[in-house]
């Protein structure tokens, strides 16, 4: 993949959600389960914060279904074109939630690039800050349905599982989670995550980003160590679990300037030294708490404090409704980790414990995220009692 020219990896579409890597996305394509599933990964982020975004190819009867498509550049499209010489065509593209804005956008190319394939979209999409038709936004007018109100695509394979609707007052939070009944994989978007305990296989082939947050200054050069990548996506992954992690200060805007523009660092690669961030206490110990063994299944904390806080029940019954699904054998979400083993035994043991610990707690590392719901509360942005439909 390393070969790869820049053109196979431009995304031009970029300015539509400016998150890093911008126009060039690079890709890592994985089989995750012999002859039947496929992983797409990308990078997405702001400000080097970049953790990998997964789309999944999953064969079904008569050709291949992409679950949550990621941009469609030339390097997608290709090794795309490779699988549907060996399993048939792309038959369906599906948009498995109503609020992911980085699952979405990449919807009307990839339609685009597939004329043939039905695309399926979770009902309830909604847009920011204008509502606008789902045609507006690329959607192709005649081929697209909407999941469950115009049934569900490839029944006889597949299992369609609706996490929500949740009303969140701006729009509504629904995930469909689909059990792909070949491979035992039960497909998710945001709601379950395994952050890998080390940095994923995708920063091989960029690891800017983890050697830009290994740093403790920004006068700094960036260096490269197994060390240094692990500390760095360490804190990557704080960063986009806990937005600002109790760990972290803002250094003052003096000391910014002072570390910023020196030898070494003057190159856009590290942001010419600027670098706002000062970590007051370890990393690592921030990191055991929040992914305390490997391949375990947690619920997101930006989720859970943001989206879900006052929707403990929701979610513990749909994680039950999972562990009765027949040959659960793997969970492959649309972020870090994947395929992760699973069984109806540990659903069970995620459940219990959700109910155990507080939930959506307010201090340490959840601090940050609890201000902003507060606040959300307070303007009456998000409901006290969120409906779930
Ligand atoms: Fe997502």
């Not at 204008?130 to 936004?137: A, Q, S």
């Not at 792909?180 to 800017?208: C, K, M, Y």
Request: aromatic share 10%; with cysteine.
């Amino acid at each position: 993949m390393s070969t790869r020219s820049i053109a196979d990896q431009r995304w031009n579409w970029w300015p539509l959600l400016p998150l890093y890597p911008y126009g060039r996305r690079r890709t890592l394509v994985r089989e995750l389960i012999p002859d039947q599933l496929w992983s797409f990964e990308q990078l997405q982020g702001v400000f080097y914060v970049a953790v990998p975004i997964r789309m999944t190819v999953a064969r079904v009867p008569g050709g291949l279904m992409l679950y949550a498509p990621v941009p469609p550049t030339r390097e997608v499209l290709q090794a795309l074109r490779d699988l549907e010489q060996r399993h048939g065509p792309v038959r369906s593209i599906v948009l498995p939630t109503a609020s992911g804005l980085e699952h979405k956008l990449p919807v009307p190319a990839m339609a685009r690039a597939f004329p043939q394939a039905e695309v399926w979209v979770t009902p309830g999409q909604w847009s920011f800050p204008v509502p606008l038709p789902l045609r507006w936004l690329g959607f192709p007018a005649g081929r697209t349905r909407v999941l469950g109100e115009d049934g569900t695509p490839h029944s006889d394979a597949l299992q369609w599982i609706s996490l929500g609707p949740i009303d969140l007052g701006l729009g509504r939070f629904q995930e469909l989670a689909c059990l792909h009944r070949a491979s035992g994989a039960l497909l998710l978007t945001d709601a379950l995550v395994a952050i890998n305990a080390e940095p994923p296989e995708l920063f091989d082939l960029d690891p800017t980003p983890l050697l830009f947050h290994a740093r403790e200054r920004g006068d700094q050069p960036l260096q490269d160590s197994p060390e240094l990548r692990l500390r760095g996506w360490q804190r990557l992954a704080l960063f986009a679990s806990y937005l600002r992690p109790a760990a972290l200060e803002v250094p003052q805007l003096g000391t910014l300037l002072q570390q910023a523009f020196r030898p070494g660092c003057r190159n856009a690669r590290s942001y010419f030294g600027l670098y706002p961030f000062h970590w007051g206490s370890s990393s690592a110990e921030a990191f055991a708490e929040l992914q305390p063994k490997a391949g375990c299944l947690r619920v997101a904390p930006v989720l859970e404090r943001l989206v879900f806080p006052r929707t403990q029940g929701l979610i513990v019954a749909w994680l039950r409704q999972l562990a009765r699904l027949e040959d659960l054998r793997w969970v492959v979400p649309a972020h870090y980790d994947a395929p992760v083993p699973c069984s109806a035994e540990r659903l069970e043991a995620l459940a219990g414990e959700l109910e155990q610990r507080q939930w959506a707690p307010s201090e340490g590392n959840w601090a940050y995220l609890a201000r902003i719901d507060q606040l959300l509360l307070r303007l009456g942005v998000v409901p006290e009692q969120p409906e779930a439909g």
